[in-house]
């Protein structure tokens, strides 16, 4: 069972930063925070992960609460590229793909 | 780099014919997922084999039964299939290690789009 919670769905401006939220009241200390996203049809693609501290790679920035209770993964410019389902992901040992949010990005 | 390879990509049969899936991980990636996605449906979790041994067990149907060989590549055999079986089958593939701090990103294949006709 997913224990996240995402929007189903979101647009940004083409070039503007997108902010793409994810609850998980219930996330457990050994737990840590996996992003992905699937562009439509393809494999699922890794983004980015983290425990506690903020992090920060070439697609993108996570952003997580001190009480690890939600996150915020930011795609700093948006492109048309960047349109996909974005699945926030947290377990110990598996992946297992929740409700995503439909991110639009719009020309 | 190299990829995850699967093989076929696009696969037909009819009902109650078997199919047999292949994945190629990425070299000395130790680990090896199966997912299925049905239309419209988020992926989910089928089973996964670490270092040849099944690690995990999802919502596999008892139908359906997988290995990892020595070279590590991974089968998913499907027997009795049925029109529901219709879906995109992925692989994807880590590099466990034996770590024990949670698991490590999982690098998906392109594939396989298995029809039940």
């Known amino acids: 069972d997913a224990k996240t919670t995402q929007p189903p769905s979101m647009d940004c401006a083409e070039g503007r930063a997108a902010n793409l939220p994810c609850n998980h009241s219930?996330?457990?200390?050994?737990?840590?925070v996996y992003w992905y996203r699937q562009i439509h049809s393809q494999g699922p693609q890794y983004i980015i992960h983290?425990?506690?501290n903020n992090e920060t790679n070439e697609m993108a920035s996570l952003i997580i609460t001190e009480d690890r209770k939600s996150s915020t993964l930011i795609l700093p410019h948006a492109t048309l590229r960047d349109t996909a389902v974005y699945y926030c992901?947290?377990?110990?040992?598996?992946?297992?793909f929740g409700p995503g949010t439909s991110l639009s990005v719009i020309p | 780099a190299a990829g995850v390879i699967q093989s076929p990509r696009h696969l037909i049969k009819e009902k109650r014919e078997t199919a047999t899936l292949k994945c190629y991980p990425i070299?000395?990636?130790?680990?090896v997922y199966w997912y299925q996605q049905g239309p419209g449906q988020d992926p989910q979790f089928l089973i996964s084999?670490?270092?040849?041994?099944?690690?995990d067990k999802g919502s596999i149907p008892d139908r359906f039964s997988a290995q990892q060989f020595s070279d590590y590549h991974s089968e998913l055999n499907m027997s009795s299939l049925e029109l529901g079986d219709s879906a995109l089958y992925f692989c994807?593939?880590?590099?466990?290690?034996?770590?024990?701090?949670?698991?490590?990103?999982?690098?998906f294949g392109p594939g396989t789009r298995l029809t039940v006709l």
């Open positions: 219930t996330i457990s200390g050994n737990e840590y």
């Open positions: 070299p000395r990636h130790d680990t």
């Open positions: 994807a593939s880590s590099w466990d290690g034996g770590w024990a701090g949670g698991y490590n990103e999982q690098f």
């Open positions: 084999f670490y270092e040849k041994m099944q690690s």
């Open positions: 992901i947290v377990n110990y040992d598996k992946v297992i």
């Open positions: 983290g425990l506690k």
